[in-house]
């Protein structure tokens, strides 16, 4: 069989499962990323089953790019900006004293380790998944506050993680000790760099399709975006997933105004099913990894890498914790006395579910296997195998054992569906639905009198959606679909969705209530525009 030949049929069986995992997840109400992982690792103890080495070129280059823009377009600005404080403690802090941690525990706890390879270590298992953690949270009824933060640490934390991967392997490859200034400068221009190249493509990409309206178009030109936005970034050195995200963040605030509704339905569909692909496969490669890493790790017994991998991952996980107490009060103290932000202290429950969602993912294991194999002088880079059976360890550990143990956690704590009813959601449909209500009144006065049984007709309609969401009942969002009702219909439509996006702009609503409300009236619009067409 042509080398070609085998691609396809790897792509095509590790597909297969991604399905029957997927179904799998579903009914047994788990993430899917727990059950893909737990079984890829399942699947490696099959006979006949052939090694499949995950390429880090793979998950840097082709999956992290796309994964993170999906990311950053279902985060809700206004959130990710209120959270700032607490995000980058955890991002850029809690990475830090990861990396610090491992490095002095390491060369006390294994064999052979110095500073330098707990430094390396701790550097490629600082970043936490983006999304594991997040999605657990969302389903048992976390508090949105903890999840917001969750998600935007996941965010940014890959760059300030490679950041140190890059310093950790100068120091142990060429024995080169980066310098403070130095340091700060690259870590300055990685940031800024990143986030302004984002945010330019993102101005560019944002006149492109105000002019465009065809959904096959904006689907690929939505695809091409994040490779585009990750290779420029990396060609001028600056951060590739600072700068992915900072594209997803402004263009998915942008998207309000420029998708018609149609598009939006059709590229919300194509994201969710490639989002869903792109996680599955690497979830999936993540359990396929465990036989090709043991078979590169030569002088241990079994016994001595099971305790080895069991004591790493708890040190892990203690210093998570012991981070996040003191930073959850730093963070605290910055938000109310510097930005005056009116903010109570979280809970020493809220804070211990905070640290126990340090969960990594596929970041970690690329980072570990893109390690050099030699170091300058030619020798054999120490102990890279280990390295990367550890990552695997923790990897297994905090995304199994901590995914799901999480939900029961949740409950015991009485943190599940703390949330209560989101009372920023009804209070927008309530002003979405008098605007309209306000608009249909103004035109009846300037239309001709014949029409006045249609404004009766559709004022009565948003009067009874007014009245059942005052009552506390469900609002559906429904517009009516009677032909004699479009062209009116569709105009008030129009004042709904302005509405909506005025109250995203002026903070009293965040990204993920507008897509809400912006998705039933897309809908209803596509409905409207299906009978214009019959």
Known sequence: MSEIGEIELIFLFLLFFVIAFGLLAKKLGMPYSIVMVIGGLLLSFLPGIPNFTLNPDLVFLVVLPPLLYAAAWTTSWRDFRYNLVSIFLLAFGLVAFTVLGVALAASRVFDGFDWRLGFVLGAVVAPTDAIAASSIARRVGLPGRIVDILEGESLINDASGLLALQFATAILVRNQVPSLPGGALTLLWLIAG???????????????????????????LSILVPYAVYLAADKIHASGVLAVVSCGLFLSRASARFFSPAVRIQVWSVWDALNFILNGLVFVLIGLQLPVIRASIRGYSLPTLIGYGALFSCILILLRLAWVFPGTAVAWLIRTRVLHQNERFPTQRAIFVLGWTGMRGVVSLAAALALPSLLADGSPFPHRGLIVF???????????????????????????????????????????????????????????????????????????????????????????????????TLETLGVERETAIRLRDEGRINDEVLRRIERELDLTESRIATLDTV
Not at 200 to 210: C, D, H, N, T
Request: glycine share 12%; aromatic share 4%.
């Open 194 to 220: 990143g986030a302004g190249l984002g945010l330019l493509v993102g101005w560019i990409i944002e006149r492109v399709e105000r002019r465009i309206n065809d959904g096959p178009i904006e689907i690929t």
């Open 390 to 488: 550890l990552t695997f360890c923790v990897i297994f550990v905090t995304l199994v054992l901590q995914g799901l143990t999480l939900p029961p956690l949740i409950r015991k704590m009485g943190l599940a569906g703390a949330a209560g009813p989101n009372c920023e959601e009804r209070e927008a449909r309530r002003i979405v639905i008098e605007a309209a209500v306000s608009h249909l009144k103004g035109a009846r006065e300037r239309d001709d009198e014949e029409f006045a049984e249609l404004y009766d007709d559709l004022t009565g309609h948003y009067s009874q959606r007014l009245a059942d969401l005052q009552a506390g009942k469900d609002e559906n969002g429904d517009g009516a679909d009677h032909s004699r009702h479009m062209v009116l």
